[in-house]
């Protein structure tokens, strides 16, 4: 590697030895270990689910599918191809984006580059000059219309599901033979909501954003290899860190609605008006502010780390590209379109984590309202 280093960079500074030595091999082998990892756990995850056979309860309410992501493939599975269609369309205009300021910088502002196109000639210069402008100008106009048409229609699939999964859970509490539905308006109003409303990000936002960040990243390694790596230089720190944060999450959740619920029928109850019912109630308000505070520690330290690994990644592209700039292996036009297209980059990897936290906690969410359905009761199909 250290061949490598001097091969590429002709300098041997102790700086750059680490700092290429960390992007180039310390983060591939890393992050090719996290997604080993990953899809042999999400491959046994399959497995033993095909193996499970459904138990009598969850046959009798088939109508429901067992977790999250099958209830969002039975109800939304045409609406969801849209989506992922439009998210898809939005790739090719994204790079667009990303292209045309370094062309602008590196052709239409360069005399030299004008010149040997255009005969040094003022006017020609100027007039690339407004064609690749008026062409940004039409990305900005394509990208920002695709987004409104991705964001409507997701929010609008996302009320269809809440409405129907109301109805479901009203009609069949209706018809079962559990007389107890002190539980039932936690559930219709608030445990629902999270859950649907992550039915409208179910495929949208890894295609929209993850191909975004990919799509950047490639932009990126076109410039130089060395820039497209040192972007995701510290994400399998974000891969290792993240989850550990989101099951203390789910646990705290899993609790807080377990809470609610006992909360809920307490107050809904006429039978508990003692001293003791009472003492037991007011300590349910101290645990649920308690939970909820640690909820507050967990996500929000989860989050400042986060963004300071991603506020750090810039001093890769200013210590290797800049490196490049000054020894003529990189236009300057090149370093300032790929330090712009990390402004792109960030938020789709925060948004892609965003994502998994919201996928943990409808699932957590889900089960607890599958749960809830299943229990007490048969009663035939509502659909």
């Not at 205009?93 to 052709?107: D, F, H, M, R, S």
């Not at 009203?170 to 219709?188: A, T």
Request: aromatic fraction near 8%.
């Amino acid at each position: 590697m250290d061949a490598v280093t001097i091969q590429y960079f002709d300098h041997e500074h102790l700086w750059l030895h680490l700092v290429v030595h960390l992007v180039l091999v310390v983060t591939p082998v890393v992050l090719g270990i996290l997604i080993i990892g990953s899809l042999m756990r999400t491959l046994r995850a399959y497995l033993i689910q095909k193996q499970t056979t459904l138990s009598a309860k969850e046959a009798e309410i088939g109508s429901l599918p067992r977790n999250v992501l099958g209830f969002i493939s039975k109800y939304s599975l045409k609406s969801q191809v849209v989506l992922g269609t439009g998210a898809l369309l939005t790739l090719p205009v994204t790079y667009a984006g990303l292209e045309l300021p370094k062309q602008i910088i590196n052709n239409a502002l360069s005399a030299e580059s004008i010149g040997t196109l255009t005969n040094h000639t003022n006017s020609n210069q100027i007039n690339l000059l407004l064609i690749l402008c008026t062409l940004y100008l039409l990305v900005l106009i394509v990208n920002g219309g695709l987004k409104f048409f991705l964001n409507y229609h997701k929010g609008k699939l996302s009320e269809r599901l809440i409405r129907r999964l109301r109805l479901y859970i009203f009609h069949k509490k209706r018809r079962s033979k559990d007389s107890d539905n002190s539980n039932i308006i936690p559930v219709l109003i608030q445990e629902i909501e999270p859950v649907c409303g992550f039915s409208g990000d179910s495929i949208i936002v890894p295609l929209l954003q993850g191909g975004t960040a990919i799509t950047v990243i490639v932009f990126m390694m076109i410039q130089d290899v060395a820039l497209g790596v040192s972007a995701i230089a510290l994400l399998p720190i974000q891969l290792l860190i993240i989850p550990k944060f989101q099951r203390r999450i789910n646990k705290l959740v899993h609790l807080r609605i377990g809470l609610i619920r006992n909360l809920s029928e307490r107050l809904q109850s006429n039978e508990h008006t003692d001293d003791i019912d009472h003492n037991q109630t007011i300590g349910l308000f101290s645990k649920l502010q308690e939970i909820r505070v640690k909820l507050f520690r967990v996500k929000y330290l989860s989050k400042t780390i986060n963004n300071f690994i991603m506020n750090l990644t810039p001093f890769f592209f200013y210590t290797i590209g800049g490196y490049l700039v000054i020894e003529g292996r990189l236009s300057i036009g090149a370093l300032v379109a790929s330090l712009a297209s990390y402004k792109d980059l960030a938020p789709a990897i925060r948004e892609m984590f965003t994502y998994y936290q919201s996928y943990q906690n409808s699932r957590v969410r889900y089960d607890e309202i599958f749960e809830y359905t299943n229990r007490n009761y048969s009663v035939a199909e509502i659909n």
